[in-house]
């Protein structure tokens, strides 16, 4: 039996190179050798978004949009969205109760988001206990495998506390042990060269970016500011279109031909911009080109998400069924 | 059109005169001037008991039984299985947004039961949100009415104001303000005299008790210990029988009457218990045949319980797609 794999994003915007490179580009290798549920995360979106619902449920179909174009193919992978799958509220309500608040309060990705965020005092109860939602996610699939950051590998542990007390309590073996699975590319940069590629921080390349707007992007992207002229040596390190080579750029020597010949001097920016343009251009025409097909027909969109989350509500439903005769509350 | 009202029990053992004079009475009164949903609390009381769900499971027949015995009619009153309600459980995942983490470390009875639990580091997230749960609850039926007890006054303060947040946020009137209910009774003592009547503390007479049962609780009443001989003088405060005479005997002059004549001697503890005896069997003895009779037949029971929480999920149901409307979440 092929192993089961939950991956999805939050729809809070549109997704980029970042997503593409950390994640998209592995679940269209995965969705044939694995049992692949990709998750549109709606409801736990709210948890962050609850003044601006609005702006969630129009990026769901942006974000399957998204899918569709990178190649994520509906028949072989179960693209749904989370707030249609009510079973998943259910099974977070039960696995509240296995983790304590004093576990919560522990955990190091909620405790970075909850600085990040800046949130002090008003931590919404909902996004504090949100890790047990995302355990539900899981769980709720049978979940082997999980693709998350390396910041993300706390929630994996969490999930298998959960998974484990719940066996333990109610005497029963039905989840799987949960792996995360780390992508080797670590975060891409944003075109400033100061973080990573981020919707918030402006510094992003998205996958439906048209080719002008990617070649204002690409234009606009960080370089070494002490390189005046051409005959000038520059630094490699933070150069922005370096950093995109040695992700996107199948020719390595050659790419490190290039930061030699940059570091002593006489290569241009322009060059290196070119080259990265038409790489990045090669890779984002043809989900562009998919996502226009797809766009075209918003009705067989919406018939993939309908039919996605039909199949992973009746798997969600045949688990909470499982819980429930485990605990004994079937009336 | 007539008001709502929502209260329940949570379904952790069998109803005692406690429960009868604090509240079950109040709801035979109401139910036909109310409109009356009872809920029979088994998720939230799976917040507690999350180590013995069965205990629960096992309850939820038994306080159905209760509820049918003291002349709760489900032809008026809507009894239903919290449990079965899943709307509830996606309710509260909602409102979990609107409350902040801080909110609830400041509610006064979660702060009391959290200490008398000594629940201390290993408090369950479940118990720690299962206010929202409780809002969820009342709000999903659109209640005007909770009658609880002066200790539970925050839990409808915080419910109202979940209600204001929704309503603010997402520009909207969908729920009613809710009034909290206090009884008049004050909560009755056990029959050791010590402490409020409470399964946990063995000091209880249950509805459901035999007249044998009944007996043997009343003669170990607690009396004044220092009136050995009937020719003595008694003390009146904190003598159980007199306690439970206040309460259940109609005649109040005779009681006077009788605690004027024990203060000053010559009255005997059994005089009091056999009146107490009288009264209270008088009290219970319809409510066990009517317990009798139904439990023959605890199909009908279950056929209660079956159509009663269908009622309740329609109207859950409803409100839900209210609050998803009014969130924009539709799909």
Chains 1, 2 share one sequence.
Do not use: C, W
Not at 54 to 72: C, F, S, T, W
Not at 145 to 155: F, I, N, R, T, Y
Not at 308 to 314: D, F, K, M, Q, S
């Amino acid at each position: 039996m092929k192993k089961i794999i939950l991956t999805g994003d939050r729809p809070t915007g549109p997704l980029h190179l970042g997503h593409y490179v950390g994640s998209l580009q592995n679940r269209v290798k995965l969705q044939s050798e694995y049992n692949q549920y990709v998750l549109i995360a709606d409801a736990q979106a709210l948890t962050d978004y609850y003044e601006n619902p609005e702006h969630v449920r129009k990026n769901v179909e942006q974000v399957a949009l998204d899918y569709l174009a990178v190649g994520i193919d509906p028949k072989q992978s179960t693209i749904f969205i989370q707030s249609q799958v009510p079973e998943l509220f259910e099974l977070t309500f039960y696995f509240m109760n296995l983790v304590t608040v004093a576990r919560l309060e522990r955990n190091p990705t909620l405790k970075d988001e909850i600085r990040q965020k800046n949130m002090k005092d008003s931590i919404p109860a909902g996004f504090f206990t949100y890790p047990v939602s995302q355990a539900a996610d899981i769980l709720a699939f049978k979940a082997d495998l999980v693709p998350v950051g390396e910041d993300q590998q706390p929630m994996i542990e969490q999930t298998n506390e959960i998974a484990r007390r719940f066996h333990h309590l109610y005497k029963t073996e039905i989840f799987h042990d949960v792996k995360a699975m780390i992508g080797t590319t670590g975060r891409l940069t944003g075109i400033d060269g100061k973080a990573k590629m981020s919707k918030s921080l402006g510094n992003a390349i998205y996958l439906g970016d048209t080719p002008n707007e990617l070649k204002k992007k690409v234009n606009a992207m960080y370089t070494d500011p002490n390189h005046l002229k051409v005959e000038d040596p520059g630094t490699v390190e933070g150069h922005v279109p370096f950093t995109f080579l040695d992700v996107f750029d199948p020719n390595k020597t050659e790419v490190e031909a290039l930061k030699e010949h940059y570091r002593r001097g006489g290569l241009g920016d322009g060059v290196l911009k070119k080259r990265i343009l038409e790489i990045l251009e090669a890779e984002i025409a043809p989900m562009r080109q998919r996502r226009e097909q797809y766009a075209k027909d918003m009705g067989y969109v919406k018939e993939i998400l309908r039919s996605g989350t039909e199949a992973a509500r009746n798997v969600a439903a045949q688990t909470l069924s499982d819980v429930k005769k485990a605990m004994g509350i079937v009336y």
